[in-house]
Structure formats: C-alpha cells, structure tokens
C-alpha cells in the first residue's frame, strides 16, 4: 500500500515538473493520456485496488482521485492558456498597423517641352489650324532643295546637319520647314497648319544651343494672305503665351523661303521692356523668339499651287527658347539631362 502511494506521489510530482514546460497542445494530450488514459499511470495504479484491504480500499482510492483531478484541473487550466496564447500570437500575426504612411503611387508628368509645344500648338488650333508632323529623318529635296536652299547656299551652313545618306540627300532636318513642302505637295489651299517636332543641327552644346532641339512649324495658304495676318497671328500667339501687355517687334531678315522675310521679338517678359539693366533681355526690352515672311512664290509653285491665286505666310517657333522665357530656365541642357527635381516642378 506504501508503495503504490508513494508511487501515485512520484507521479505527481514528476507531472508538476513537466506541465510547466509544456509548450504544444499536442504534448498536453500525450502527457494526459500517459496518466489518466485507460493504460495510464494513475489507471493502472487503481488496478491494484482489489488487491488492497478493506481498510486501504479507501485510502488509495481518495488518494488517486485527489492526483486525477489535480491532474485533470491542472490539463484543463494548462490548455486554456495554451488556447488563448495562440490566440494572441495569432491576433498579433495579422495586425495591421493603421498609423503607418502609406506608399504614394509616384504618377508621371508631361515633359516641360511637351508642356510648352501643346500650349503654342493649342494657341493656333484655336484660330482653326490643324496639326501636321513630319519625319525626323528627311530629304536633302524637302529640307533645303524646295525650300529654295539649293546646294552650296551659304544659308546651309549655319544649319549643317547629320547625313545618313549623303549620296541620296538622306539627313535629320535641321528645320520643321520641310514639313510645309510635304504639306503643300498633298493639299490645295486654303491650308492652315501648326507642325511640332524635333530638329537636329551639328551644334556645339553649351546653356543656349542643343545639336537637338524643337520647332513649331506655322503655314498659312490662302487667298488674300498678307503680311498683316502674320502680324495678328503672331501677337495673338505672344498675348496668349506671355501676357495681354506683350507687344511684338519685326525686323527685317532674310530666309531664302519667305520674301518679305522678319525675325519676331517680343517685350521682354521679365521687365516689359522698360529696365536699361534687365538681364533677360540685356536692356534691350525685347527678345527674339521667332522667323517668319510671306512663302516665296517659287515655294508655292514648287509645290504645284499657283502663286498668283494664292498667297502665304510662315513662321517657325523655337520651343526651348519660349519655354526658357515662359519658365524662367536659364540653362538649356536643364530640359535634356531628366533630373526629376526639375523636372518635377512642372508636373500638374
Ligand atoms: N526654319 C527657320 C529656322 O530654323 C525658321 C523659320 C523662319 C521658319 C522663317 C519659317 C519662316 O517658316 O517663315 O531658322
């Protein structure tokens, strides 16, 4: 009888030292079954009974129940914690942290360029003119020959270019120019057109030049043109771009296309023309932006329509000069090198 309940003790305490470890529910259930299963320690233990004395019956039965309901008390206590511990790790795997920022979606800007050529463009679409493009790459014929530019003209110097093709006269325009011949070759008049694009030249690199940059090609053919609808046109345009008080001036120049032939400036945007020491303008009050004439009768008739019926103007706008101007750049090569700080500020 000593023995079995000092056995019943031994296993009681063993079960003390080994419940706190207990980190599975897996293990709580071996570790019940183990005692209280129907081989269990304290089951085979009340097997003894029958062996036992009256006098003793009671004893070890008071003594087994006494270690099975610890036991029992002790499981259940053990797996509520277990239950509400995996609870919690399993609430804190899943949790959400709402004071955390968010990711921004970064979305993309037009290019201040774009920005620039849309906003001139949109100006003449509003006086009925429509969009015409041409190809970078172009004919020696298109860009200079038509454009009574022949070979040898020294007015091809200043826009030498870069020859795929020298033989055929294949070349990267050097002018938005030639897409008025591509324009003139297909539609009769009254044509009004606006011709954004990129042109290339052999030029050196520096804050004001870029071997490429962007053009805005105007055309008007029409009956009863002349040089007055050039003048409103183009102070429309300077208005809208640059402000009500903008005023525009025409000197006289010479471009083999045109004749009479003008280069454009306008009041200079930062001082309006009245500060001897303005250093946009250099005290001059006005800034040049742009070429323009009436189309030379030969490039009329170049291109099969007949200069006596039908007279025309042109004009072709540097679209990095007026985006420098407008955005107050001061280095051209700003607009090329696609630093996001800059070219954030221009994203809407
Ligand atoms: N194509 C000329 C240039 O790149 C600019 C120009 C001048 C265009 C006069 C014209 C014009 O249409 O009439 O220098």
Redesign the pocket.
């Known amino acids: 009888m000593d023995q079995l309940l000092s056995e019943l003790k031994a296993i009681e305490d063993k079960f003390r030292a080994d419940i706190d470890s207990i980190v599975k529910q897996q293990e709580l259930e071996n570790i019940r079954v183990k005692l209280l299963g129907k081989k269990g320690e304290i089951t085979s233990i009340m097997k003894n009974m029958g062996r036992l004395s009256d006098e003793d019956k009671p004893k070890l039965g008071q003594a087994a129940n006494k270690t099975r309901q610890f036991v029992e008390q002790t499981i259940a206590e053990k797996q509520a914690e277990l239950t509400a511990k995996a609870e919690q790790t399993k609430i804190a795997s899943e949790m959400i942290d709402i004071s955390m920022p968010g990711k921004a979606v970064k979305v993309g800007g037009s290019h201040p360029l774009t920005l620039m050529s849309d906003e001139i463009c949109d100006t003449f679409i509003g006086l009925g003119y429509t969009i015409a493009e041409g190809p970078d790459v172009e004919l020696d014929l298109f860009n200079f020959e038509m454009l009574r530019l022949p070979k040898g003209h020294p007015a091809r110097d ?2 030498d270019t870069f020859y795929l093709d020298y033989e055929n006269g294949v070349l990267l325009r ?4 030639p897409v ?1 011949i591509r324009v003139m070759n297909q539609q009769k008049p009254p044509i009004y057109i606006v011709c954004p694009g990129r ?1 290339y030249r052999s030029d050196a690199v520096d804050a004001t030049h870029s071997p490429i940059f962007h ?1 805005i ?3 008007a053919v029409d009956e009863n043109l002349s040089m007055t609808d050039l003048v409103a046109a183009l102070e429309l345009f300077a208005r809208r771009l640059f402000g009500k008080e903008t005023r525009i001036r025409l000197r006289p120049h010479h ?1 083999p ?2 004749e009479p ?1 003008c280069e454009v400036d306008i009041s200079c945007w930062t001082c309006g023309g009245d500060d001897p020491n303005c250093k946009t303008c250099r005290g001059e009050g006005y800034i040049e932006i ?4 009436m ?1 030379h009768p030969e490039v009329l008739e170049n291109c099969g329509i007949d200069s006596k019926k039908y007279t025309g ?4 706008i ?1 679209v990095e000069r007026v985006a420098m101007g407008r955005y107050d750049v001061t280095d051209i090569r700003n607009f090329y090198e696609n630093d996001l700080r800059f070219l954030e500020q221009f994203s809407k």
């Open positions: 200043e826009q050097s002018q938005t120019s008025q042109v053009q090609e105007g055309l471009f296309f045109t032939s742009l070429g323009g004439g189309v103007f042109a004009f072709g540097g």
